[in-house]
Structure formats: structure tokens, C-alpha cells
Nanobody, 115 residues
């Protein structure tokens, strides 16, 4: 059974940085696509970034110029580097992986941007 384990969330001041990581275990096949989503209280879950390969990745408009996404296929991990964080980035961040025909989610990690 596939499990996605996120790490790296926490409390940071505005302008600060955080690095979120997600590791997949129990994968029965190659990870076609990784993604990061977030959900703030009262809001719908929204895409933050996704990556198929280093040449095929997308950063949603809210994070452009501030966030980067990368993957390590040898370790089955994905990383979201978030810089210049703003209070509006406060949310629970979820890792997502497309493996074969199945889509999997992590349990979420809280990111809070506040003084």
C-alpha cells in the first residue's frame, strides 16, 4: 500500500522560507507525477505546484517567483522550496502522487506564516 509522508511544515515569519518534503513508500510502480496542494480554512484545496520531470513542471500563480518544486526519482521524494513566504500562504499543504492509475495523498503538514 502506498503511503506519502510529508515533513518540513511549521511556523515562519513573513519573508521567511520553508522546505517541504514528501516521501513515497510501498510504491508499486513509478511515480508519474508529483504535486503539492494547499487548503486554508474556509477555502477549497488548490494546486500549488506539480512536476512530471525537470523539464515539465508547473508553479501556480500564487507561488511564481517564490516557490520551486523538484523530485528525486532515486529516493521517491519531492521537495517544495518556499521563499518569501506571506501570511496568505498559511494553509495545510498536501503531497499528491500519481502512480500508475492510482492517485495518492499525504496526511498534510501545517504551514503558518505569522509574526
Amino acid at each position: 500500500q502506498v503511503q506519502l509522508i510529508e515533513s518540513g511544515g511549521g511556523l515562519v515569519e513573513p519573508g521567511g522560507s520553508l522546505r517541504l518534503s514528501c516521501a513515497a513508500s510501498g510504491s508499486g510502480g513509478s511515480i508519474v507525477r508529483w504535486g503539492w496542494y494547499r487548503q486554508a480554512p474556509g477555502n477549497q484545496r488548490e494546486l500549488v505546484a506539480r512536476i512530471h520531470s525537470e523539464r515539465d513542471k508547473l508553479i501556480a500563480s500564487a507561488g511564481k517567483g517564490r516557490f520551486t518544486i523538484s523530485r528525486d526519482n532515486s529516493k521517491n521524494t519531492v521537495t517544495l522550496q518556499m521563499n518569501a513566504l506571506e501570511p496568505e500562504d498559511t494553509a495545510v499543504y498536501y503531497c499528491n502522487a500519481l502512480i500508475g492509475l492510482g492517485e495518492y495523498w499525504g496526511q498534510g503538514t501545517q504551514v503558518t506564516v505569522s509574526l
